[in-house]
């Protein structure tokens, strides 16, 4: 081989070696799943409900509100005869599974058709399957939270972490944000309106999945997530940095700010809430808002050219 | 049993089977299966986008655009060592599998963790049996749609007859009609739109979806729809009151309109289209609008107040 071929397949190798490396880390694959996950969970919700206004028309008397156990009972009454035992294993409480077995011999819906009941069967399937892979994406989601993000996991959940990994969009990324920051991952776009057209600005993006600030009363939520984002910039430094867990410190400590929070008295409601609305940010981010200066514009519904 | 108790009975018996038979009508099965096969589409497409993006970064290198073929190259390729001969299954072309099961055995993605490879897997099953829910959803609604709607189907085709049917909630719903609205169905927004700010009206709704309005030249999509809507109008009194088949008049009767629009001119751009955007319908139709005296309020961007 010629010395410039050689160098060249060297080269070649070493390029594709890096290239696995960098492919190699886990997180990506974490925020794959994560988005997975949340996708699939929106279209899981909305093929459940399509499966149970479908399947009215053919048992109206049928109240099952678990996805599920909807497209088990879909599956199994169709089926004749209707077993007995299938349906009680589809629901499992005896009491309820004799209630429906004996409506369903009865019911007032409509007969099916053959063809009808092969598509039903497919989109119960279909059902089914998307609620298996959604369970393994969520064991995934947690085994792998728990490896990459083990203090930000222990402070949230496995998932909420996940979230805040694929808005980050990197490990490096989001451990080197600052809190105020991360408090507002997911909430990109209530905080763009507010810079641009000086709506109210955002408090929480995925931290309000968060019970202890989804549950708070409202006056609270803002300074619950503040305090979360605090602690989990700190262990994220240590997930993704030092490679410590800090969790149980972080764990305390953060308690003693949420009690905190609590006991403190509530605010007099601000009196320049409504002019929160109205006034844009102006140029102070660069955001379009910087074309004008601050108040040049009005804000808000159009004039009435007599008014 | 008492005298009041069996009229009781009876009149319950009477109740039972009228609800029974107004289940019973299919037209109400074809609108459940085809909002059924619209929303899964989406979420099949989403699905593929993401198991694509995912499997992405375990073996960068492969191109499939076909949502099955990814599906089950997913599964093929998961398991270890890789059988030729099921890559070629799942490609269909001998040269094409070569090349994939080559690049398979010397990815740069990432190597795949165990649970990685259960969770891709299960979603690699979800998506599979969307699309054989999907296949099977398909079906259905050709053949309902050809028993209910044998004119429409023939003048549109089988998807778009049960998409004008499900937007208009009933077979007599729809058949009672006229021309204009039928045109317009499934551009609701669109037109509320028009109606309250004045915005361009909409031309065509879900006759867009037709191969002879989407791909015309912009100017004859309008009357192409129109076109259409009027022998739809006529083939629904068939499909619904008199059961006669009239699509093959109905039809050459339509390719002379077409043929006529597609002959005429191109019309001069028509100087007050600017006009239109800024106009409302004023209090015409009752929307909101008729609050208003005609051009009694202006459109469009808030006003500068210096201006």
Chains 1, 2 share one sequence.
Do not use: C
Request: charged share 30%; no cysteine; glycine share 10%.
């Amino acid at each position: 081989m010629e010395p410039f071929e050689e160098a060249r397949e060297r080269a070649l190798r070493g390029a594709k070696a890096g290239i696995k490396s960098s492919y190699g880390s886990e997180e990506f694959a974490l925020i794959q799943a994560i988005n997975a996950y949340r996708e699939l969970t929106k279209s899981y919700n909305l093929a459940y409900e399509r499966l149970s206004e479908w399947y009215g028309i053919y048992f109206p008397e049928l109240r099952i509100s678990n996805p599920k156990t909807l497209a088990t009972l879909a599956l199994v009454l169709n089926s004749k005869p209707i077993s007995r035992d299938a349906v009680a294993a589809a629901v499992g409480e005896e009491g309820k599974a004799d209630d429906i077995y004996a409506k369903a011999n009865a019911t007032m819906g409509r007969e099916m058709g053959d063809e009808e009941r092969g598509a039903v069967k497919k989109l119960a399937e279909s059902n089914l399957a998307m609620d298996s892979a959604l369970e393994a994406l969520k064991g995934y989601v947690t085994a792998a939270s728990k490896r990459l993000l083990p203090n930000t996991s222990y402070l949230t959940d496995e998932t909420i972490a996940a979230e805040l990994l694929s808005k980050a969009g990197s490990l490096e990324k989001l451990a080197t944000m600052p809190a105020s920051t991360i408090q507002l991952l997911g909430a990109e776009k209530a905080l763009f309106k507010h810079i641009k057209f000086g709506s109210k600005p955002p408090k929480y993006g995925v931290l309000f999945k968060l019970p202890a600030v989804g549950t708070a009363p409202r006056h609270m939520r803002g300074r619950i997530a503040r305090a979360y984002a605090t602690k989990i910039s700190i262990g994220l430094k240590g997930d993704v940095f030092s490679k410590r867990f800090i969790g149980e410190e972080l764990k305390s400590s953060l308690d003693a700010s949420l009690e905190r929070i609590r006991s403190s008295p509530e605010p007099e409601p601000r009196q320049h809430t409504h002019e929160y609305q109205r006034r844009p940010m102006g140029g102070r981010r660069g955001f379009g808002g910087g074309r004008r200066p601050r108040g040049s514009e009005r804000h808000g519904p159009p004039r009435r050219p007599g008014a």
